[in-house]
């Protein structure tokens, strides 16, 4: 167990609604990063929040949307849903930034879109 | 931009044999992490093993080791002595110094026979 977790597990939507995904880190985790892994595909970083900051993004759209909250957990918006937004969602966690810092994952929400 | 290949989609290991897995990788940068990160079915990313690029010495974490060859650009992971339990997809990821970006291979799916 990493201490993270994620909520819900699993999520069906429908194409052109909004969804939220949320994470709760550990306790003194002020950095978050959010990754999209599409079925059989490796994780991609979609953004990193530090200190209720964005702190880096990858290529995804505005649609995706991030917060962070001083207690340790966060949120990943989607708007306007795509049918190709279907992945499973991971978040991790770690404490600061910086190159020492290990990254802890939650166990994931699976985002299906019809 | 840099990318991460894993070209072994399934490996597959006798009980208490030994497995490598294969990762290379592309990057213009000198300094860097790499890791090899295990997600079971339940989907959870486990830190499995790391590598600061600085370093010429092979991580090693208990049955699990690396062979970075730096200027190949190669990073495999050899698990000795294969357990059932791990049994899982490996996925190695390459992180640039100074940010918190992972850059995820496509994973390989390890089965391990009793």
């Known amino acids: 167990e990493t201490g993270v977790t994620q909520s819900p597990t699993h999520l069906i939507k429908t194409r052109g609604q909004q969804v939220t995904l949320r994470c709760s880190s550990q306790?003194?985790?002020?950095?978050v990063s959010w990754y999209q892994q599409a079925l059989g595909q490796g994780p991609q970083f979609i953004f990193q929040?530090?200190?209720?900051?964005?702190?880096g993004r990858g290529n995804f759209p505005p649609r995706f949307s991030g917060l962070q909250f001083p207690n340790y957990s966060s949120e990943l918006n989607v708007n306007a849903l795509e049918l190709d937004d279907s992945a499973l969602y991971l978040c991790?966690?770690?404490?600061?930034?910086?190159?020492?810092?290990?990254?802890?994952f939650g166990p994931g929400t699976r985002l299906l879109v019809l | 931009a840099q990318t991460v290949t894993q070209s072994q989609p399934e490996m597959s290991v006798q009980e208490a044999e030994t497995v490598t897995l294969s990762c290379t990788y592309d990057?213009?940068?000198?300094?860097?992490?790499l890791f090899w990160y295990k997600q079971p079915p339940s989907r959870q990313m486990i830190l499995v093993i790391r590598?600061?690029?600085?370093?010429?010495q092979n991580a090693t974490e208990n049955r699990f080791s690396v062979n970075f060859q730096k200027a190949a650009k190669s990073f495999s992971l050899k698990i000795s002595d294969s357990q059932l339990g791990d049994a899982a997809m490996y996925f190695c990821?390459?992180?640039?110094?100074?940010?918190?970006?992972?850059?995820f291979g496509t994973g390989t799916r390890l089965q391990v026979f009793p």
């Open positions: 991790a966690s770690s404490y600061g930034t910086g190159e020492q810092e290990t990254q802890y």
């Open positions: 306790s003194g985790h002020n950095t």
């Open positions: 929040y530090y200190r209720e900051e964005e702190n």
């Open positions: 990057t213009s940068e000198s300094d860097y992490y």
């Open positions: 590598q600061e690029a600085y370093k010429q």
């Open positions: 990821a390459y992180r640039r110094r100074n940010t918190d970006k992972l850059i």
